[in-house]
């Protein structure tokens, strides 16, 4: 099946994205987190926020979460690992599973971590971002997963079932179970090094020997999810319009730049998925036209 829109974020830019895409009868699919945000849920107050006031980042989001239900949009609480063009759609990458939208919004916040030394320049030389997709390249290897969120657990079970050795550093407060054969290593990863490939995690008080690391983080820079994409620092380069350098994939958000305000990411959002909405009327009518053009001859 191929969705009209995709959208990639669930923070007031991609909500608002949401909710005139289905206004506008759009078929569409958004990727996320139940949360909706995190930066929104630990704020104390929000009043800046035109129409609401004194409201904590908790209330506002139950209010998006009440206004997304009435209106029957469901949120995919997947990781997006890539966004690939495949020039008429593209194709969304999520572990294993994979999607397809004629256009795409992402509004998937900014990634504040900075890297790891090493962690760049071994990317896909021993080392990625997502576990479930790579794990039969691992089979019966020794790795490691760098884990920044519950979201890495799955992956570290996962990978033990196939993985010769799983090391689980934990870069939060780790409460859930993991399978007893992962060894859990409670200390901070400072360096990776390797040769041709990475083969070694440098952390603070020692140093493990792997074949391969996954570093699992809320989000990555969009240059390696969105192969092809301008950017400018952690940001997604576009125009007014919230149009990117490749067609059909727009942006709104803190990943647009700044300033980082909710508002602005929730009219952005509405921007970006309107470009989406005109794009795809432009298309329907092009291929209409090419359609009656064949009938003619």
Do not use: W
């Amino acid at each position: 099946m191929r969705y009209d829109i995709a959208i990639i974020g669930s923070g007031p830019a991609g909500l608002a994205a949401s909710i005139n895409a289905r206004i506008r009868n759009k078929n569409i699919l958004v990727f996320g987190s139940s949360d909706m945000s995190s930066k929104l849920v630990k704020a104390p107050s929000i009043d800046n926020y035109l129409g609401i006031e004194s409201l904590s980042g908790k209330e506002l989001k139950d209010k998006f979460k009440s206004h997304i239900e009435s209106m029957d949009i469901k949120i995919i609480e997947k990781r997006v690992n890539n966004v690939y063009s495949m020039g008429e759609h593209f194709t969304i990458v999520s572990g294993d599973d994979m999607y397809e939208a004629t256009t795409v919004v992402m509004a998937t916040g900014v990634e504040y971590g900075k890297m790891l030394k090493g962690e760049e320049e071994y990317l896909g030389k021993g080392v990625g971002y997502c576990a479930t997709c790579d794990a039969m390249l691992y089979r019966n290897k020794i790795v490691a997963i760098i884990g920044y969120n519950h979201e890495a657990e799955e992956e570290a079970n996962f990978l033990s079932e196939i993985a010769s050795k799983v090391y689980y550093i934990p870069m939060y407060k780790l409460e859930s179970q993991l399978n007893d054969d992962i060894t859990i290593i409670e200390d901070r990863p400072t360096e990776i090094k390797g040769d041709r490939l990475a083969n070694k995690l440098v952390l603070k008080n020692q140093e493990l020997y792997v074949e391969g690391i996954f570093v699992i983080k809320d989000s990555v820079s969009p240059k390696y999810m969105v192969p092809g994409v301008e950017v400018e620092g952690p940001h997604i380069k576009c125009d007014k319009d919230m149009n990117t350098n490749i067609e059909g994939l727009y942006v709104a958000g803190d990943c647009a730049g700044k300033p980082y305000q909710y508002l602005k990411s929730a009219g952005q959002g509405q921007i970006a998925v309107s470009s989406a909405i005109s794009y795809l009327d432009k298309k329907r009518i092009r291929e209409k036209m090419m359609s009656s053009e064949v009938k003619s001859l």
